[in-house]
Nanobody, 115 residues
């Protein structure tokens, strides 16, 4: 089992920045890929970014150039640095960890971007 806890969400004005954190515990050595997803009100959950154990990184087109995903293996924590935030970035942000057999999710953290 892998337990994930997100933090760092909040209210920010458009153009501002936030850094989300995802602390992992449990069977961490089994994690192959970690990522961030988000869900806006009334919409489906959408993929934001992923980072693999080898350090390979991918971003959704809507956040590329503005968001940066990273991992600190010593702290068992993944981050999402979000810059130049837009109104459409508002939503609940979820941390996800994938092993060979399972996917694990955090409880989510709310990000609200205001005008």
């Amino acid at each position: 089992q892998v337990h994930l806890v997100e933090s760092g969400g909040g209210l920010v004005q458009a153009g501002g920045s936030l850094r989300l954190s995802c602390a992992a515990s449990g069977s961490i050595v089994s994690i192959a890929v970690m990522g961030w997803w988000r869900q806006a009100p009334g919409k489906q959950r959408e993929w934001v970014a992923t980072i693999t154990n080898s350090g390979s990184i991918n971003y959704a087109g809507s956040v590329k150039g503005r968001f940066t995903i990273s991992r600190d293996n010593a702290k068992n924590t993944m981050y999402l640095q979000m810059n130049s935030l837009k109104l459409e970035d508002t939503g609940v942000y979820y941390c996800e960890a994938s092993t060979l057999l399972n996917h694990f999710w955090g409880q989510g953290t709310q990000v609200t971007v205001s005008s």
